[in-house]
Each structure stands twice: as structure tokens, then as C-alpha cells.
């Protein structure tokens, strides 16, 4: 069983910069792919960022390229996502979520590929 907790989330004003954290619990993390998701109401949860469990994958979708990044740190059971450049738009529900059934270089971008899900963390950014 695998459980992930994320933090880090808040009000912002455009422009400004965030880092969300999901620690994870569980011996598997090393083995385990790790994303960030994001859900406004009424919308489809859609994908941010992934990572492969090797960390030479980290794939992103076009709207948060060149502002987001997404990293993990193994001997903290944690990922991170260095959110720059805030804008109105991003503003979101932001779930963490992992998956086991990964090879080491992959890094899914689909939700129905983790299996592991946090609670999520509410991101505001304000005009």
C-alpha cells in the first residue's frame, strides 16, 4: 500500500512561484513512477508533469512546459513540483499520484496509469 500526502499549495498572485511536495509512504517508491495531475470543478482531472522512477523521464504538458518543473528525491520518498510563472489559469486542485507497473524509464501522462492517489492541494493564483 502505497499512501501520499501532498503539501505546499496556496494563494498566489500571477507571476509568483509555488513548490508543491507529495511525501510517500510505503518501501516502493524507488520503483514507482510519480505525476502530478491537476482538476478545476466541472473538468476532466487533466495531466501536469510525470517522472519515471530513474528520473531521465519527466514529460509535461504543453501549458505548464518551460514553467513547471517536476523532480523527486529517493532518500526522501518525495517529489516535487516547482511551479514559476503562475497564472490565473493554473489555478487548480493538484493531486500527486504513483504507479508501480512502470518500467524505469517510463513516465506515463495518462491518469488511468496510476493507481495511487493522494488528496490533493488547492492552488489559487489571483490576477
Known amino acids: 500500500q502505497v499512501q501520499l500526502v501532498e503539501s505546499g499549495g496556496g494563494l498566489v498572485q500571477a507571476g509568483g512561484s509555488l513548490r508543491l511536495s507529495c511525501a510517500t509512504s510505503g518501501r516502493t517508491f524507488r520503483s514507482s513512477a510519480m505525476a502530478w495531475f491537476r482538476q478545476t470543478p466541472g473538468k476532466e482531472r487533466e495531466f501536469v508533469a510525470s517522472i519515471s522512477w530513474s528520473g531521465g523521464s519527466t514529460p509535461s504538458s504543453d501549458s505548464v512546459r518551460g514553467r513547471f518543473t517536476i523532480s523527486r528525491d529517493n532518500a526522501k520518498n518525495t517529489v516535487y513540483l516547482q511551479m514559476n510563472s503562475l497564472k490565473p489559469e493554473d489555478t487548480a486542485v493538484y493531486y500527486c499520484?504513483?504507479?508501480?507497473?512502470?518500467?524505469?524509464?517510463?513516465?506515463?501522462?495518462?491518469?488511468?496509469?496510476?493507481?495511487?492517489w493522494g488528496q490533493g492541494t488547492q492552488v489559487t493564483v489571483s490576477t
Open positions: 499520484a504513483a504507479t508501480t507497473a512502470s518500467r524505469r524509464d517510463q513516465a506515463p501522462l495518462r491518469r488511468y496509469d496510476y493507481t495511487y
